[in-house]
């Protein structure tokens, strides 16, 4: 049976459900489990959000990860984007959604600027060794 209360809360109101103690199905007013057969059920409460009440906190990536692998290629500006990256998870922390979407944009750009010139630098290497050896091949 489905019992169903409301608290005065402005986010969440208290839904009653039984659950089957076995596999954890959601009963409506059965004794038995449709799914496992099994004759027990616990009676648990619920907080479950009313509609239109969800949060409207957007979501905003700090590239912490990111940011701590351009520290280990990129020197000075994998540590300037992971500066930003802990500046962005602390605005967020705070609510402070325009800072933290600011602070996100400029590790992004860190981290894709470090990852540019890592891989232009090891195309030059590349480059270089096989001017090295092209040349080498064809002076002996």
Not at 55 to 68: A, E, K, N, R
Not at 90 to 96: P, V
Request: with cysteine.
């Amino acid at each position: 049976m489905l019992h169903s209360t409301s608290s005065f809360s402005s986010n969440q109101s208290t839904v009653e459900r039984n659950f089957c103690t076995h596999c954890g199905t959601a009963l409506a007013g059965q004794v038995t489990c449709p799914n496992c057969g099994t004759a027990s059920v616990v009676y648990n409460a619920v907080n479950v959000p009313q509609r239109g009440t969800y949060s409207s906190q957007p979501h905003v990536p700090d590239y912490l990860v990111w940011s701590i692998i351009s520290v280990l290629y990129g020197g000075i500006l994998g540590i300037i984007a992971l500066i930003f990256s802990f500046l962005c998870r602390n605005d967020l922390d705070a609510g402070r959604y325009d800072s933290a979407r600011r602070n996100s944009n400029i590790a992004f750009w860190c981290n894709v600027i470090c990852l540019g010139l890592l891989v232009f630098g090891l195309a030059c290497l590349f480059l270089f060794f096989a001017v090295i050896i092209f040349v080498g091949a064809f002076s002996g």
